[in-house]
């Protein structure tokens, strides 16, 4: 596993703008289907809004130390798992709760304002809980990382996409579902298959370690889902709201970590694949858990 925090995944600087790119069409596409009225619903339903929000940038952060500390991963990995649990909700999110008869509305408003306040949250809880397990903080300190870069780099591939996106629909509602309709898939087809042949040049070793990341990832995530739907029935929450939160906490955009660790820890190793593989398998376990939620309100309903 050590040879992980020596490994990199190198991009070309075209493939690296391609990807950067990507995924700001993405949010946009994303944010052509929220409306500023999405907003009011954070005004008339705080406590599922807040508890999301905890959810998300504390609750999810804090077990993952707990996690690191108990499994003592190498440097490079544990950089990985606190980078995704420090990023917003992920793309997916908004469809898998509309799918499983969620809270759309509470999805959405989640998905936007935790989408903006990553643009400061995710580079400081990244060094905040990083900076707790001493092996990761020592790599991190030999990498020199310059936040000022990572809080410009989010902002203009999240923020102003996102604001571009919300500005889009509230002016021209039709053309923006039109549009919302042709970029996601192709930008998400494009973004996938850039990360595919990153990954390729490094087959060998990722057949030799995805035993072991998968292991890890499937911990991680679910204590991501786990954590969502816990807070949710701890503080009373509807069947909605609580899949709203557990979908959530547990799909994260590890688009957004894999565009940070290619542009500013050159493709490191360990956490190339932890975000890479959670990025497949968080669309898996989300699937999984929204169609058994789908299941389950049409039996209810048959009773």
């Known amino acids: 596993m050590e040879e992980l925090d020596q490994m990199q995944i190198n991009f070309g600087e075209g493939s690296l703008l391609l ?97 903006l306040s990553s643009v400061i949250l995710t580079p400081f809880n990244f060094a905040l809980w990083s900076g707790m397990y001493e092996p990761a903080a020592l790599l991190l300190k030999s990498i020199s990382l310059d936040y000022a870069d990572v809080f410009e780099t989010v902002a203009l591939i999240l923020g102003i996409p996102l604001i571009l996106g919300i500005y889009v629909n509230n002016k021209k509602a039709q053309m923006a579902q039109k549009m919302a309709n042709i970029l996601k898939p192709i930008s998400v087809v494009i973004f996938i298959s850039i990360v595919i042949i990153a990954f390729f040049s490094n087959f060998d070793l990722f057949i030799r370690v995805i035993g072991w990341i998968f292991g890890l990832v499937l911990m991680h995530n679910l204590i991501a889902l786990g954590s969502g739907y816990s807070i949710s029935k701890i503080f009373g929450l509807n069947l909605p709201d609580t899949k709203t939160l557990t979908i959530e906490t547990g799909i994260q955009n590890s688009g957004l970590a894999l565009v940070l660790i290619f542009n500013y820890f050159d493709g490191l190793g360990g956490m190339s694949i932890i975000a890479g593989w959670w990025g497949i398998w968080h669309i898996i376990s989300g699937l999984t858990i929204a169609m058994l939620w789908k299941k389950y309100n049409y039996v209810a309903k048959t009773i």
């Not at 807040?50 to 108990?70: D, R």
């Not at 798992?81 to 509309?98: E, Y």
């Open 19 to 115: 990807m950067n790119i990507s995924l700001a069409v993405i949010m946009f596409g994303v944010a052509l289907e929220i409306k500023l009225s999405d907003f009011t619903y954070l005004w008339t339903n705080p406590k599922s809004f807040f508890l999301g929000i905890i959810s998300q940038f504390i609750l999810l952060p804090f077990l993952t130390l707990l996690l690191v500390f108990a499994l003592q991963p190498t440097p490079s990995v544990a950089l990985g798992m606190f980078l995704v649990a420090a990023c917003p909700g992920g793309n997916i999110s908004n469809f898998l709760t509309n799918y499983s008869k969620g809270n759309s509305a509470l999805s959405v408003s989640l998905t936007a304002f935790a989408t």
